[in-house]
């Protein structure tokens, strides 16, 4: 059996703090969700690097000893994969995330091929899961000036750069800000955008024993979301951020939204257009959410921005509003509405006055 020497490590794993204390074992039972896998690299596909726990892309080889996890993926824009079959297995993200390719957007490539070498056990040989490093589970607390929660209209509406955007803003202003990525698929890129742009303390699925969100059971789901919460005031957080991967039509994206009355105290809806912005509010408001801000990939175009708006009745703020002001007007109750795209462009350079 092949050892963990040279062995390349996903973002995945980044909960298991000392690899000198596990092994590569043999395979003793079915896949399931969570589940630490060692795989060879067989066929270097679309993800031709491995983000490891610090976030540094690794170049994958042919004969490469990858550790990952078991899990599902959702992403319209990329694979749609399952826990493996008896068939191929697949590198699903660049995070370590393996599972079989069901589906693929037409501008994707093919996947990177494993094939599994056994499974990551403990000095006894009992096979782990992410859960046996997951974080225990804290008391209930609330943020002391609120929780502001982004969802999308869709995958790639500048949900992330919303999120991030909040964070700077408030940030700048002197809070100490928690961050949380609720669902998505194993991946450090959207953690590591949450702390550059300040967050005091950051937090995903992983923490919670999840490789990837897709396929868990919605309680579950449910929970951990009020648990992310609830972690990051006890990590000192004043406000929390949040960010519910997907579009607002994604099953465990919907059922999230049915909770955030009484959980959210503001609603920021990113949008890739118009249309996006008015199906997303009216989705929504059947379930009972309010959004009190629209923003995205919509505000790169002004008139875009100026038609959502029309159209919504709400106000539209681009990430550079969110950063200069807007992001502490969600909590203070002041008129963001008043804030004009007009004003935004102004300040920028060769802007005339």
């Not at 742009?197 to 929970?223: K, W």
């Not at 059947?286 to 995205?296: A, D, H, M, Y």
């Not at 200069?324 to 802007?351: F, M, Q, Y």
């Amino acid at each position: 059996m092949r050892g963990l020497t040279t062995a390349k490590w996903g973002y995945l794993t980044r909960r298991v703090t000392d690899p000198s204390d596990v092994r590569v074992g043999p395979v003793v039972r079915e896949p399931q969700l969570g589940d630490l896998v060692v795989s060879a690299v067989t066929s270097v596909g679309v993800h031709d690097h491995l983000e490891n726990p610090w976030g540094r892309r690794c170049r994958l080889y042919v004969g490469d000893l990858v550790v990952g996890a078991y899990g599902n993926r959702y992403a319209t824009d990329f694979f749609e994969g399952y826990l493996p079959s008896d068939t191929a297995v697949h590198l699903l993200t660049a995070g370590g995330l393996i599972g079989t390719v069901a589906s693929a957007h037409t501008s994707r490539g093919a996947p990177t091929e494993l094939e599994v070498v056994g499974a990551l056990t403990d000095r006894g040989g009992s096979p782990l899961s992410l859960d046996d490093f997951a974080r225990k589970r804290p008391a209930p607390l609330e943020p002391a000036l609120g929780t502001v929660m982004v969802l999308g209209s869709s995958m790639n509406a500048g949900k992330t750069t919303t999120a991030a955007s909040i964070i700077r803003g408030m940030a700048r202003s002197g809070l100490r800000v928690g961050a949380a990525k609720v669902t998505g698929s194993g991946s450090g890129k959207d953690h590591w955008s949450y702390a550059d742009a300040g967050a005091h303390a950051v937090i995903d699925f992983i923490d919670f024993g999840m490789s990837s969100t897709f396929g868990y059971p919605t309680e579950r789901l449910i929970t951990t979301m009020r648990d992310m919460r609830d972690a990051l005031v006890a990590d000192g957080a004043e406000v929390v951020v949040m960010e519910i991967a997907d579009g607002v039509l994604q099953e465990e994206t919907r059922a999230l939204a049915e909770q955030l009355p009484g959980f959210a105290d503001q609603v920021v809806l990113a949008v890739g257009d118009g249309l996006g912005a008015v199906a997303g509010v009216e989705l929504l408001g059947r379930l009972g959410v309010g959004v009190q801000v629209i923003s995205g990939l919509v505000t790169a175009s002004p008139l875009a921005s100026r038609e959502t708006a029309a159209a919504t009745g709400l106000p539209v703020l681009t990430p550079g509003e969110l950063v200069n002001g807007a992001a502490i007007d969600l909590l203070t109750g002041d008129d963001i509405a008043e804030r004009s795209i007009d004003d935004e462009l102004a300040t920028l350079p060769g802007s005339a006055v």
